[in-house]
């Protein structure tokens, strides 16, 4: 399959109209001051489930055939994805299975629950979730909603793209540089697909956490590169193990380059989202954040786009991470 | 002095303009769909100080005649209007004294010494903060910026009200009722005198917390009543003693009535914020959800207008918040 092209991402952002919320575009003047640049927030952490997640799975699942709608959906997922397709499925009153880590944040497991998605557990070392959700598909005779590598997923990430073009041509900015939070690399190909058309000056960056920069080192090295998946991270929606094929394609074909963040860059980007922006983040969420209040991008003088991807976060852990900031 | 005019706050929006954040009104699915109801978040939380007290703060200080600006303001604030004052100043050049209550969250002081005010303390139950201030600005012969009974503080508020009439236009809504977080009542005797004249159709409501509803009292008796201040309240913004002059007459002129909220739901509102609005809500911030959510308005049915007027909590009452909700 081949990575999806602007018509497609148009078409879907067409669809997603009146179900996606359209998130605002953020600025704060303490944080243009503080970095010395202008920084523009995507916030899709005020997207319907708290993720960017709802939109591919919406446009994914608006494109299965009615006659096949009834046997279901089945997705894997450390829990956006998860609440994504639950409430597209919702939505289209489609019944969905969704695997989940069983070391998921509880609330991402409850919320799943709560669009009335049947939620099944695994052991993210030991087992092999794509198997168990392939088997249950194969059981049911359900649609499997991939969490990235899917033309038709990447395709409704993409529509954040759109947004962001929009957005910045309403108040004259005209980015420089525009960081996504990456896991599998399903939102950095819609947007750099997006982007290549509507802002091609802008240079787009998938931002990751230490050890988990499968994505990076890809990129560098011109060919997909695993994970260690021995590490950990506290940004557990982007513990990916490798960039997908379509997605890396579509990546390397808009020369995207990569960044990495430490966890503890993180904990202070989710504590200076609660206390400067007011705004509650994930810690796979603040990973573009993290990049820009540690240096780790160098934003002085620059117009970027940072996406703030989720907000899903246990108490336990944002408490964490007010505390060690 | 006679309450703004329309034009006043038109006046006020334009020297506010490229200073003041243009705060987004939010929508949520989750929450339209829990209540029955469209309701818009017009999130002043996000704006510069995390609170709307910026624009009057700004507003006034844009009218203080260059050749009085040496020798200072003065101003007495729980927190958010010490902020709002202070960043002004600073992008005014002027110096600044903040009389502050002892007991003020933390956030708020160190935020307010961080635009380089000088802050003084006082025993909130015991002493008389307007004399304080009174006597600071006596000894330097610096201006007093009132917190709320003021047309230029009122009508820097105002342009919020401006902001949702725009907003709503935008998205086609014709909100039946704007809800108001209300302390002094400076922030609703603006937005309700801009909704006269930009969306006369729509009512305003007053919400307070119980024990300091002086307003929803005053309202309802037809002239201002004072609260007991001996009660408590989690509400650390809206623990004025009574309504202002000018406010109680621009809120009686336009046929405001007074709503209030538990503390309890209050907390809850604000663990709402959190978990599924992803937005940072401090206690006071949070009393027009809290009225929405906790059913104290009824906005089933209705398209309702809720401003959520701050976002600066301490970390131990934003903890408490999360664990008793």
Redesign the interface.
């Known amino acids: 399959m081949k990575p999806p092209d602007i018509q497609d991402i148009e078409a879907a952002a067409d669809r997603l109209s009146g179900h996606a919320?359209h998130t605002?575009l953020?600025?704060?003047?303490?944080l243009n001051e503080q970095v010395g640049a202008r920084i523009l927030l995507k916030a899709e952490?005020?997207q319907?489930t708290?993720s960017f997640k709802f939109r591919g799975a919406f446009n994914f699942l608006s494109q299965i055939e009615p006659e096949t709608r009834a046997t279901g959906v089945v997705a894997y997922s450390s829990g956006n994805h998860a609440q994504g397709v639950a409430a597209a499925a919702k939505i289209f009153g489609i019944p969905a299975t969704i695997v989940m880590p069983a070391d998921a944040p509880a609330?991402k497991i409850e919320n799943t629950q709560s669009y009335g998605a049947n939620v099944v557990t695994y052991d993210r070392r030991n087992e092999d979730r794509e198997k168990i959700a392939a088997d249950i598909a194969g059981r049911h005779g359900a649609t499997l909603v991939p969490p990235y590598d899917h033309p038709w997923t990447i395709a409704g990430q993409g529509s954040v793209g759109l947004e962001i073009a929009a957005q910045c041509a309403e108040r004259d900015a005209q980015p420089d540089a525009v960081l996504v939070c990456c896991g599998g690399g399903g939102l950095t190909a819609g947007i750099a697909t997006a982007l290549a058309d509507r802002i091609p000056t802008a240079s787009v960056h998938t931002v990751e956490p230490d050890g988990f920069d499968d994505t990076r080192r890809s990129l560098d090295a011109g060919s997909p590169v695993a994970n260690d998946m021995n590490a950990t991270s506290i940004c557990d929606a982007l513990l990916a193990p490798a960039p997908g094929e379509i997605t890396f394609a579509a990546m390397r074909e808009h020369n995207v380059t990569g960044l990495a963040v430490s966890d503890s860059a993180v904990r202070a980007a989710v504590a200076y989202?609660?206390?400067?922006?007011?705004?509650?983040?994930e810690p796979g969420g603040a990973v573009t954040l993290a990049a820009i209040l540690d240096g780790v991008f160098d934003a002085r003088g620059k117009t970027v786009v940072a996406t703030l991807s989720g907000?899903n976060v246990d108490?336990e852990t944002?408490?964490m991470c007010?505390?060690e900031a």
Do not use: C, Y
């Open positions: 919320v605002p953020l600025e704060n003047p303490a952490t005020l319907r708290g609330m989202g609660w206390r400067v922006l007011k705004l509650v983040l907000g108490a944002f408490r007010l505390e």
